[in-house]
């Protein structure tokens, strides 16, 4: 399978909670694909899971066919954009995007922070510095930076949920047109089932660590 594969994967939790149920999922590779429910059901953990933030009770991890399960959160081609990014203050946003490829001397770090900033249409702010930017445009620095290493598989922990409305319902089309544009594959973390099924391809509603229905929006909006 050349996607993302969840097997059996469990999480239960020092204090005895099991968070996480025994999920299986098929992510296919390069899709928008939205976990949705309601808060405390699971999804971060599953998320923090594949990151390798959280290692599993028991369960597997493939991306590709390797089997990740054990990795280091480093070796996974895998990056993560959290609701609460923290950008770097006193950097620009060219820096803050640039950050981590200056720390491990990759080649083109100009260049490739360049072309990024054009993707998420903030190449006439690269000087500025966080604070002058709206929340939107901070998102987007934070997507940035996560695209910016060529993850395989972006994760994204309810990004939007610190944006106002009408923010991020643009944010919406906008993230949409990113991951179309650069074909990654996307796994979105949401309890707003209407952001859920306007962006994703596939949609997993998850409740009380488990997987209750998967499907495409459509097939979703037929069989409630
Ligand atoms: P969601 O992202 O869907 O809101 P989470 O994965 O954050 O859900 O949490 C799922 C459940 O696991 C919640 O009931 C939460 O309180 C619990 N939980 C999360 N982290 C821990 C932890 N470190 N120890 C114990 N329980 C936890
Ligand atoms: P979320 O944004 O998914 O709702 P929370 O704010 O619930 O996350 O959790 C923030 C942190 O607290 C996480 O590291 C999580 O693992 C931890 N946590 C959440 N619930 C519990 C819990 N019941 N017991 C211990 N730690 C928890």
């Known amino acids: 399978y050349d996607g993302l594969r969840l097997t059996a994967l469990t999480k ?25 429910g309601p808060s405390g ?57 640039a950050f981590g490829m200056r720390r491990r001397k990759v080649a083109d770090v100009d260049a490739k922070v360049g072309e990024m900033l054009d993707l998420v249409e903030l190449g006439p702010q690269a000087r500025k510095k966080p604070a002058q930017l709206s929340g939107g445009q901070q998102q987007r620095v934070a997507l940035a930076r996560a695209l910016v290493n060529q ?20 944010m919406q089309i906008e993230l949409k047109r990113i991951q179309t544009e650069v074909g990654l594959t996307f796994v979105h973390v949401t309890h707003d089932q209407e952001e859920a099924m306007t962006m994703a391809d596939t949609v997993a509603v998850m409740n009380a660590g488990v997987i209750e229905q998967m499907g495409s929006p459509a097939e979703l909006y037929e069989n409630p």
């Open 12 to 36: 239960r939790y020092p204090n005895g909670f099991t968070a996480v149920r025994g999920i299986d999922l098929d992510v296919p590779r390069g899709s928008f694909f939205a976990l949705l």
């Open 41 to 97: 059901c699971g999804k971060t953990t599953t998320l923090r899971m594949v990151a390798g933030l959280e290692s599993p009770t028991s369960g597997s991890i493939e991306l590709a066919g390797n089997d990740i399960t054990g990795a280091k959160p480093y070796r996974r081609p895998v990056n993560t954009v959290f609701q609460n990014y923290a950008l770097f203050p006193h950097l620009d946003i060219f820096e803050n995007v």
């Open 151 to 170: 993850p395989e598989v972006l994760l994204l922990d309810e990004p939007l949920g610190a944006l106002d409305l009408k923010l991020r319902r643009s």
